[in-house]
């Protein structure tokens, strides 16, 4: 497909050589799948791109459509294909698992619950050793929120502004952009602070966050003083007396917030709320549906990079690769708070879910992917920096390892979103092309770069000079 595009762009990306041969499609025609979709389906299911894709296989970091044409999936199904589609390793462990035993509940002990439990904690610092298994994310911090009420014997919980932690009623109050709010009441009990947002909240400069790429904001920090940070703590301490008891049940935060774009805050932002938390009788839970399992490269868990070790950890997407699973990991005493009473999950570390979590992780230490998305996350944030530095519109490039986001600008001394229908051009455009990344931000103003941590320097050549078109293109449509 790629080759089919005509512009004055004078490169030709060239996409990277794959011997992965699909399978014939054989289901219905893509009309009589359209026509299901808008009979059958929930319309609140939307779908990405004008002429919606049809995706019929996938290989590690390629996807293939009913057409035979390959994608370099750069999004990884929200950030949840962490280990590559179709993992042979996995594929292969779940299908032995498939003949000998779907579901038990845990009334009963089967092997895999006992040895994932133990692999898992393993990778954990301690006093992190006891796991609730359950089959979302949205579920997991659904349990994290009951948990803190039931340890502190407080309600009030505090979120990020911008920040996404599920879609259930009960998650829907931490979750804080406004696409996923609905009119229904939710938040009881939740307050939401300002996010330290470096790019586009009122105070940040050039040495603020933990990313081979800085702002292009200048700083005025001397150093080891961050004047940012000093603002952003002083804005913290201010919904913890104003909006707030005196005691709380808890603190959420992503260490790198996922949905609205790869947003970092300083540098040492989290260790310091976390003690004002404790202070206040509260407890800390770092949400680690997105960052965890070595996607930000230098670390395998994302609160690593805070120097951090937070109460309650959540887990979701990319431990099951792709499996609808997650987990809970928290303290003995955190957990014996949910034991005075029932608490039951039918699904939950059901023994597929347990096998493909063995296996998800041993790829990553077979496959060496942290290491890999520390090498290559590290080259595609420097490779897209210099396309910042090129063009007006793209105003900031950040993250850390595969977690990377590239805010759109009407221009960097404004910092105003660049509108939607013109990112969404850019965004078909590199789809055309043959790579799909993903979209986020409060005016979905940021291109979410999350793939597959098989992925090489190779595909981010391919990646950059696709998108490098795409914004050229951009700049001729708009001349």
């Given at each position: 497909?790629q080759?089919?595009?005509?512009?004055?762009?004078?490169t030709?990306?060239k996409?990277?050589?794959?011997?992965?041969?699909?399978?014939?499609?054989?289901?219905?025609?893509?009309?009589?799948?359209?026509?299901?979709?808008?009979?059958?389906?929930?319309?609140?299911?939307?779908?990405?791109?004008?002429?919606p894709?049809?995706?019929?296989?996938?290989?590690m970091?390629?996807?293939?459509?009913?057409e035979?044409?390959?994608?370099?999936?750069?999004?990884?199904g929200?950030?949840?294909?962490?280990?590559?589609?179709?993992?042979?390793k996995?594929?292969?462990?779940?299908?032995?698992?498939?003949?000998?035993?779907?579901?038990?509940?845990?009334?009963?002990m089967?092997?895999?619950i006992?040895?994932?439990a133990e692999?898992?904690?393993s990778?954990?610092?301690?006093?992190?050793?006891?796991?609730?298994?359950?089959?979302?994310g949205?579920?997991?911090?659904?349990?994290?929120?009951?948990?803190?009420?039931?340890?502190?014997?407080n309600?009030?919980?505090?979120?990020?502004?911008?920040?996404?932690?599920?879609?259930?009623?009960?998650?829907?109050?931490?979750t804080?952009?406004g696409?996923?709010?609905?009119?229904?009441?939710?938040?009881?009990?939740?307050?939401?602070?300002m996010?330290?947002?470096v790019?586009?909240?009122?105070?940040?400069?050039?040495?603020?966050?933990?990313?081979?790429?800085?702002?292009?904001?200048?700083c005025?920090?001397?150093?080891?003083?961050?004047?940012?940070?000093?603002q952003?703590?002083?804005?913290?301490?201010?919904?913890?007396?104003?909006?707030?008891?005196?005691?709380?049940?808890?603190?959420?935060?992503?260490?790198?917030?996922?949905?609205?774009?790869?947003?970092?805050?300083?540098?040492?932002?989290?260790?310091?709320?976390?003690?004002?938390?404790?202070?206040?009788?509260?407890?800390?839970?770092?949400d680690e549906?997105?960052?965890?399992?070595?996607?930000?490269?230098?670390?395998?868990?994302?609160?690593?990079?805070?120097?951090v070790?937070?109460?309650?950890?959540?887990?979701?997407?990319?431990i099951?690769?792709?499996?609808p699973?997650?987990?809970v990991?928290?303290?003995?005493?955190?957990?014996?708070?949910?034991?005075?009473?029932?608490?039951f999950?039918?699904?939950?570390?059901?023994?597929?879910?347990?096998?493909?979590?063995?296996?998800?992780?041993?790829?990553i230490e077979?496959?060496?992917?942290q290491?890999?998305?520390?090498?290559v996350?590290?080259y595609?944030?420097?490779?897209?920096?210099?396309?910042?530095d090129?063009?007006?519109?793209?105003?900031?490039?950040?993250?850390?390892?595969?977690?990377?986001?590239?805010?759109?600008?009407?221009?960097?001394?404004?910092?105003?979103?660049?509108?939607?229908?013109?990112?969404?051009?850019?965004?078909?455009?590199c789809?055309?092309?043959?790579?799909?990344?993903?979209?986020?931000?409060?005016?979905?103003?940021?291109?979410?770069?999350?793939?597959p941590?098989?992925?090489?320097?190779?595909?981010?050549?391919?990646?950059?000079?696709?998108?490098?078109?795409?914004?050229?293109?951009?700049?001729e449509?708009?001349?």
């Amino acid at each position: 497909r790629q080759q089919k595009w005509k512009s004055s762009v004078s490169t030709q990306a060239k996409m990277p050589p794959c011997d992965f041969v699909p399978e014939k499609y054989e289901s219905y025609p893509y009309e009589r799948m359209q026509k299901i979709r808008e009979q059958n389906i929930s319309p609140s299911l939307r779908m990405y791109y004008k002429k919606p894709l049809l995706l019929h296989q996938g290989h590690m970091q390629w996807l293939f459509d009913y057409e035979g044409q390959r994608y370099l999936d750069l999004f990884a199904g929200i950030v949840t294909v962490s280990v590559g589609h179709c993992h042979p390793k996995v594929t292969m462990a779940t299908q032995k698992q498939l003949a000998r035993l779907w579901h038990t509940t845990n009334i009963y002990m089967h092997p895999s619950i006992q040895e994932y439990a133990e692999k898992l904690t393993s990778l954990l610092p301690d006093p992190l050793k006891v796991i609730y298994l359950t089959n979302s994310g949205s579920e997991a911090n659904d349990l994290a929120m009951f948990m803190a009420r039931l340890y502190t014997r407080n309600f009030d919980i505090i979120s990020f502004r911008g920040s996404y932690h599920g879609g259930s009623p009960y998650t829907l109050g931490l979750t804080s952009i406004g696409f996923y709010k609905h009119g229904v009441a939710n938040g009881f009990g939740c307050s939401t602070t300002m996010l330290p947002d470096v790019f586009r909240g009122p105070w940040g400069g050039s040495h603020c966050r933990d990313s081979p790429v800085q702002t292009v904001r200048k700083c005025n920090c001397s150093e080891g003083v961050c004047l940012a940070n000093d603002q952003y703590i002083e804005q913290f301490k201010d919904t913890l007396n104003t909006s707030v008891p005196k005691t709380i049940a808890g603190f959420i935060s992503e260490p790198i917030q996922g949905v609205n774009g790869a947003v970092q805050y300083p540098r040492s932002f989290l260790k310091e709320a976390y003690q004002l938390v404790r202070e206040r009788g509260g407890v800390c839970i770092s949400d680690e549906v997105q960052t965890g399992f070595g996607r930000t490269g230098s670390h395998f868990w994302g609160f690593q990079t805070h120097d951090v070790v937070p109460d309650i950890v959540t887990l979701s997407k990319g431990i099951g690769n792709g499996f609808p699973m997650a987990a809970v990991v928290t303290t003995k005493e955190i957990a014996s708070s949910l034991a005075q009473n029932l608490h039951f999950n039918t699904f939950g570390g059901n023994p597929l879910a347990c096998v493909v979590g063995a296996a998800v992780l041993d790829a990553i230490e077979e496959d060496g992917l942290q290491k890999n998305s520390e090498n290559v996350g590290t080259y595609m944030l420097l490779e897209l920096a210099k396309l910042r530095d090129k063009f007006e519109i793209v105003g900031d490039v950040r993250g850390k390892g595969l977690m990377i986001g590239v805010e759109m600008v009407t221009d960097k001394d404004s910092r105003h979103p660049l509108p939607s229908e013109e990112i969404g051009q850019i965004w078909e455009d590199c789809k055309d092309m043959g790579v799909l990344i993903g979209r986020g931000g409060l005016y979905s103003q940021t291109f979410r770069i999350k793939p597959p941590m098989c992925i090489t320097k190779n595909d981010v050549d391919f990646a950059v000079e696709v998108f490098h078109a795409a914004l050229q293109r951009h700049m001729e449509r708009t001349a």
